[in-house]
């Protein structure tokens, strides 16, 4: 992480920059060095207290990390998590739910003495209050002052409408008995700090001081001041007209009335009376509007709690989700999109407008989705192409096919040497198929490393035939494609639709080394009350033998390093070592790339919503969208550990056979122990050993 990163992450997470901090959720900055105070949280899995840190930066990473008081090390600091989105019923009621220990004191005590000063007391209707309400209404000829107590608010809110009829007060006095009859003065005054109206968003109702105070000055309960207290309780009064945003004027006067009574009870001294009374309203300029901010993720989100709860409890039990979403990841892909498909479609004279993309980032050994956007304006909530649209595969399905011979050791191994010559199947039907090379040209004999590197349609249809389509359709189902798969020797080549999940789900069991692992959206679910409902870990399991994994992907870098997407070679550093496959479908209606890195995979898919063509191959659009979003996130080099089972051999390039270095054309690869080649090249004059396992054989195959 670059303290850029760090910056933006905490500007997220609305940390206040200060000259020095005091109190949780401030920052102070010098460069790259950043003193702040944390937050207190409840996670899924520990109560995170609030820390005193001082970090700095260097070389794109954490270079220290401190205790900001005593300069102590510090060995694990967690920020509290960003907000990114909600869950809430049809008639667009948003609350963040807060227990009330966590409420400040005086929130509470100046509620009271505002709203209900007689509620530790009475038993739900206060005939006091009500009979000074009547007087001063009778005096101001007019209703100016009301005498609900808390209680009663409580059940208008929750139970009954606004009408102001006989017959609603009295219904309104027996059910207020009645609440304080079953239930405690903390219950009550916890359901009335969730429950209270106290704004507009839109379509949006705010309900609750935990909401309000994210809303007003985008900062949690226990981090206000006395005036943003003051102001918050002055609006109860009335949300719309006390305004704080369209009329200043009022709720500065409103507040103020509410500062003099704080005084006159004695819940602030006449000092920080006349201080804070100088004070501006300070709510934010920017309204969170948001209610969902990563809708495409959201709904994943969603898709994945389905499977778990009711709709009723998503939308009505205050439950807290704790989700694998990387806001930094998020951002950096957003940005790709948002400035790259543009650019694609002017310097390919494509239609404006109509080029649309859809991506998801994972981790690579967890299955953590990182990142997800359903179209090219990542936060609009409409037709999500990642989930739902299903979409030609093209060559991304050829690893598939490759992955089945290299699990017949006596037949195929990477050296092997392919058919790449025309090609005509005759189907029972009568009907026949001749597929074609992207570049029109046919190969000969080819490496089998190399015909998956360079995508050559013909050497994988021939090699798929051979092996039978029951056996690819099998290898397609334990890296994760379950459904769609009809066995036409058409499905070789990509001619499948699947959605990007799908894609996505089978590559990461590619990038995990071989392991299926289910992708996950969501890591826990917390109760109301912070407590656990359930948890959501790490399941994997073996899908390919490790030997098997390790050749293909050994074959998806030699795909990146010298096949069809060695383009990314010269945008990102080649220490990298990336492995991936470019997929283009039938007259460019789909431009695919799936890469992974030694932490990061992701898949890019760009085509057209009414399936004309785009214009583009994998290579030059997928992949070039890949490229920059790898250029902005930091990820690893990708090195997997090499098996037991593995060799390295020194094969000549011309014959497939054993050579040493009397050889001039000869590449190293991988072999399952005792299935290379046996015999050496001719130009093997010195036949030596040439079995070895390196430790550095990256360094040394992609020099």
């Known amino acids: 992480m670059t303290a850029e990163q760090f910056a933006n992450e905490l500007a997220q997470l609305k940390y206040r920059p200060v000259r020095s901090p005091r109190g949780p959720g401030e920052v102070s900055r010098n460069r790259s060095v950043f003193h702040f105070i944390s937050r207190p949280f409840t996670f899924w899995d520990a109560q995170e207290v609030s820390h005193n840190v001082r970090v700095s930066f260097s070389g794109g990473q954490v270079s220290s990390l401190k205790d900001g008081k005593t300069g102590g090390k510090l060995t694990l600091v967690r920020l509290d998590p960003v907000l990114v989105g909600s869950f809430y019923p049809a008639h667009h009621e948003d609350r963040l739910l807060v227990q009330h220990h966590s409420v400040p004191p005086l929130l509470i005590n100046t509620l009271i003495?505002?709203?209900?000063?007689?509620?530790?007391?009475?038993?739900?209707?206060?005939?006091?209050?009500?009979?000074?309400?009547?007087?001063?209404?009778?005096?101001?000829?007019?209703?100016?002052?009301?005498?609900?107590?808390?209680?009663?608010?409580?059940?208008?809110?929750?139970?009954?409408?606004?009408d102001r009829t006989l017959q609603r007060k009295i219904n309104e006095a027996i059910m207020a008995l009645l609440l304080e009859a079953h239930y405690s003065k903390d219950e009550i005054l916890e359901a009335y700090l969730n429950e209270v109206y106290l704004g507009q968003d839109g379509k949006r109702a705010i309900h609750g001081f935990g909401l309000a105070s994210q809303f007003y000055f985008e900062r949690p309960l226990n981090e206000l001041s006395a005036e943003h207290i003051a102001l918050l309780v002055a609006i109860v009064k009335g949300p719309s007209y006390y305004n704080p945003r369209r009329y200043g004027k009022r709720a500065l006067e409103r507040r103020n009335l509410v500062i003099d009574i704080m005084e006159d009870q004695?819940?602030?001294?006449?000092?920080?009376?006349?201080?804070?009374?100088?004070?501006?309203?300070?709510?934010?300029?920017?309204?969170?509007?948001?209610?969902?901010?990563?809708?495409?993720?959201?709904?994943?989100?969603?898709?994945?709690?389905?499977?778990?709860?009711?709709?009723?409890?998503?939308?009505?039990?205050?439950?807290?989700?704790?989700?694998?979403?990387?806001?930094?990841?998020?951002?950096?892909?957003?940005?790709?999109?948002?400035?790259?498909?543009?650019?694609?479609?002017?310097e390919r004279g494509l239609a404006t407008g109509k080029l649309e993309a859809a991506a998801i980032v994972t981790a690579a050994d967890s299955g953590e989705v990182l990142a997800l956007t359903g179209g090219r304006k990542a936060r609009y909530a409409g037709y999500n192409r990642a989930l739902k649209a299903r979409r030609q595969i093209g060559s991304l399905v050829k690893p598939a096919v490759f992955l089945t011979a290299l699990e017949r050791p006596g037949g195929y191994t990477l050296a092997t040497l392919l058919d790449d010559r025309p090609l005509t199947y005759t189907a029972?039907?009568?009907?026949?198929?001749?597929?074609?090379?992207?570049?029109?040209?046919?190969?000969?004999?080819?490496?089998?490393?190399?015909a998956l590197a360079n995508s050559y349609n013909v050497a994988t249809a021939r090699l798929g035939m051979e092996l039978g389509l029951g056996e690819v359709i099998d290898t397609l189902h334990k890296l994760g494609i379950d459904d769609g798969l009809k066995p036409y020797p058409s499905l070789l080549l990509g001619a499948t639709e699947h959605t990007l999940l799908d894609v996505t789900r089978m590559y990461q069991t590619l990038a995990s080394g071989g392991f299926r692992t289910p992708l996950r959206a969501i890591n826990a679910v917390l109760s109301a009350d912070k407590s656990p409902l359930q948890?959501?870990?790490?399941?994997?399991?073996?899908?390919?033998?490790?030997?098997?994994?390790?050749?293909?992907?050994?074959?998806?870098?030699?795909?990146?390093?010298?096949?069809?997407?060695?383009?990314?070679?010269?945008?990102?550093?080649?220490?990298?070592?990336?492995?991936?496959?470019?997929?283009?479908?039938?007259?460019?209606?789909?431009?695919?790339?799936?890469?992974?890195?030694?932490?990061?995979?992701?898949?890019?898919?760009?085509?057209?919503?009414?399936?004309?063509?785009?214009?583009?191959?994998?290579?030059?659009?997928?992949?070039?969208?890949?490229?920059?979003?790898?250029?902005?996130?930091?990820?690893?080099?990708?090195?997997?550990?090499?098996?037991?089972?593995?060799?390295?051999?020194?094969?000549?390039?011309?014959?497939?056979?054993?050579?040493?270095?009397?050889?001039?054309?000869?590449?190293?690869?991988?072999?399952?122990?005792?299935?290379?080649?046996?015999?050496?090249?001719?130009?093997?004059?010195?036949?030596?050993?040439?079995?070895?396992?390196?430790?550095?054989?990256?360094?040394?195959?992609?020099?």
């Open 266 to 346: 004695q819940l602030i001294s006449p000092k920080e009376a006349r201080k804070i009374l100088s004070r501006e309203l300070g709510v934010s300029r920017y309204v969170p509007h948001s209610v969902n901010a990563y809708p495409a993720f959201m709904d994943l989100v969603r898709q994945q709690l389905r499977r778990d709860y009711r709709e009723e409890d998503l939308t009505s039990e205050g439950l807290q989700i704790y989700s694998t979403l990387d806001p930094q990841v998020q951002y950096s892909l957003e940005q790709t999109i948002e400035q790259r498909i543009p650019r694609l479609e002017k």
């Open 113 to 162: 003495a505002i709203e209900d000063r007689g509620f530790e007391s009475h038993h739900g209707i206060d005939p006091l209050a009500i009979l000074r309400a009547m007087l001063a209404n009778i005096r101001a000829g007019g209703v100016v002052q009301g005498g609900s107590t808390l209680t009663q608010q409580l059940v208008k809110n929750f139970f009954l409408n606004s």
């Open 428 to 450: 029972a039907n009568g009907k026949v198929w001749s597929p074609r090379n992207y570049d029109r040209e046919y190969h000969g004999d080819v490496p089998l490393y190399l």
């Open 535 to 703: 948890r959501y870990p790490l399941t994997v399991e073996p899908a390919i033998n490790p030997g098997q994994s390790y050749l293909i992907t050994t074959a998806l870098q030699f795909a990146v390093q010298d096949g069809t997407g060695r383009a990314l070679t010269r945008k990102l550093s080649p220490d990298l070592y990336i492995a991936g496959k470019t997929g283009t479908t039938d007259d460019l209606r789909d431009s695919w790339f799936a890469g992974y890195t030694g932490n990061h995979l992701a898949v890019i898919w760009l085509g057209r919503d009414d399936s004309q063509s785009s214009g583009l191959t994998g290579s030059t659009g997928a992949l070039v969208v890949w490229g920059d979003l790898f250029q902005r996130i930091n990820t690893s080099p990708l090195q997997p550990m090499m098996p037991d089972s593995i060799e390295w051999l020194k094969i000549d390039t011309a014959n497939s056979l054993l050579a040493n270095d009397g050889c001039r054309n000869t590449v190293e690869l991988p072999f399952l122990i005792g299935s290379g080649p046996r015999q050496f090249a001719a130009c093997a004059t010195n036949q030596g050993q040439t079995r070895q396992k390196k430790s550095n054989w990256y360094q040394e195959l992609f020099q």
